[in-house]
């Protein structure tokens, strides 16, 4: 079946540090992915998306790029902030004829450190 | 609304009780998923709406767990018999459609049977 793996967290970081989380995913067709973020007590937000092969989604200065040959949607910000703490979630869905239910990797947990 | 309205926020319910869980989708969406958050991390998906019509139920427990979605009523999702294992935090979203759209959380119900 279709599914979404996660590298293993949590992530700590000192601030302004290089970000990468890793998602690899594997689906039959052509998925839709997503990053979406949890902070503490509070629902899902989404922080960026892309629908197609060589799509990057950006927001926020997280960005992603839909790598089909190597099926991975990883996570990349140049400098966190202490305000990036949070658990971080990969998640596709599928196309058309697909329902849309979100189908998520496990989440990764950031800390990043003053 | 703007938001996805969940209500309660905490439901504390004895083992074997009925719990009862609403939410109120953002205006003009059609469609509802709910997803149950267990262990911290991990999303399930239990069922999803286009309107008031079950669009996709392959992720709900037959037995105790049922829901709704009822024109001109918040969305429910109700427990019977509740057991110790359904203890979780609940998650509604919506979007505007099914497939490839994002979907809008809310911030969940934790529901915790003692």
């Known amino acids: 079946g279709d599914s979404v793996t996660q590298m293993e967290g949590p992530v700590t970081l000192s601030e302004e540090a290089f970000l990468t989380i890793n998602c690899t995913y594997t689906?039959?067709?052509?998925?839709?992915l997503f990053w979406y973020v949890q902070y503490p007590g509070e629902g899902l937000q989404l922080l960026l998306k892309a629908t197609k092969a060589d799509d990057k989604g950006s927001n926020k200065g997280f960005e992603a790029t839909y790598r089909k040959e190597t099926t991975s949607f990883h996570l990349e910000k140049g400098s966190v902030q202490v305000s990036d703490s949070a658990v971080y979630f990969c998640?596709?869905?599928?196309?058309?004829?697909?329902?849309?239910?979100?189908?998520f990797g496990q989440g990764t947990t950031l800390q990043v450190k003053p | 609304g703007e938001e996805v309205a969940q209500t309660p926020k905490h439901l504390v319910r004895g083992e074997g009780q009925k719990a009862k869980l609403y939410c109120a989708p953002i205006?003009?969406?059609?469609?509802v998923f709910w997803y149950q958050q267990v262990l911290k991390n991990e999303f399930k998906f239990l069922i999803s709406f286009q309107n008031e019509n079950v669009f996709d139920e392959t992720g709900m427990p037959k037995e105790r767990f049922s829901a709704k979605c009822l024109p001109n009523s918040p969305c429910s999702l109700e427990i019977q018999a509740t057991k110790l294992e359904d203890s979780a935090v609940y998650f509604c979203?919506?979007?505007?459609?099914?497939?490839?759209?994002?979907?809008?959380f809310g911030d969940g119900t934790r529901l915790s049977i003692l």
């Open positions: 205006k003009g969406h059609s469609y």
């Open positions: 979203a919506s979007s505007q459609s099914g497939s490839n759209q994002p979907q809008h």
């Open positions: 689906a039959t067709g052509y998925p839709s």
């Open positions: 998640a596709l869905s599928k196309g058309s004829s697909n329902t849309g239910k979100l189908i």
